[in-house]
């Protein structure tokens, strides 16, 4: 059983992170750094997707910052303003969205591949979520869905078109 819980919670994460990667690389140019009625610009939401996607993969928020494709890419990453009570300011190239994205995926099949069925029903380690690690990896899928829905539904709305159903991970 636990195989199989694996392997569907591996399936749907990697869809959705597909998805996100399919409303970045459809994105027109123009819409890139251009904010939404009551959103950031796109760079700025696909930023914060991934960069959620990447925390919640973590064991807790414990040395986030410390990973080594964190320490490489320091100057992207900056000050965290994600990870504060403000409204973040920076944008992001397609590139290093799609890089930061790969990285993301990579590390997703690791760490589902890694767990137990005691690591997933330990509480997940981050005290502002109340849940085990199997709730927060769906969770975080979620997340992840939301976010790539809303810059999918831009993309249509300014190109016609946007990502298509993804129904598991490539």
């Known amino acids: 059983m636990l195989e ?34 009551g959103e950031g610009p796109f760079s700025q939401v ?19 910052k410390e990973q080594e494709f964190h320490r490489k890419n ?9 990870m504060e009570d403000r409204v973040p300011v920076n944008t992001y190239s397609r590139d290093w969205i799609a890089e930061y994205l790969a990285f993301v995926a990579g590390k997703a099949r690791e760490m ?19 849940m085990t690690r199997l709730e927060l990896y769906l969770y975080g899928a979620r997340h992840l869905q ?8 831009r993309v249509q709305f300014a190109a016609g078109a946007g990502a298509k159903w993804v129904r598991a991970a490539p």
């Open 74 to 82: 320091a100057g992207r990453f900056g000050d965290y303003e994600e």
């Open 146 to 153: 939301h976010h790539a829905a809303q810059l999918s539904l």
């Open 46 to 64: 696909a930023f914060h997707a991934v960069f959620y996607g990447d925390c919640y993969l973590g064991l807790s928020s414990e040395g986030f």
């Open 112 to 130: 589902i591949a890694a767990e137990t069925e005691q690591s997933l029903s330990v509480p997940c380690g981050f005290d502002w979520l109340r």
């Open 4 to 37: 199989t819980v694996k392997s569907a919670i591996a399936a749907q994460y990697g869809a959705a992170l597909e998805t996100l990667r399919l409303a970045v690389q459809l994105c027109p140019p123009e819409l890139w750094d251009q904010p939404a009625r």
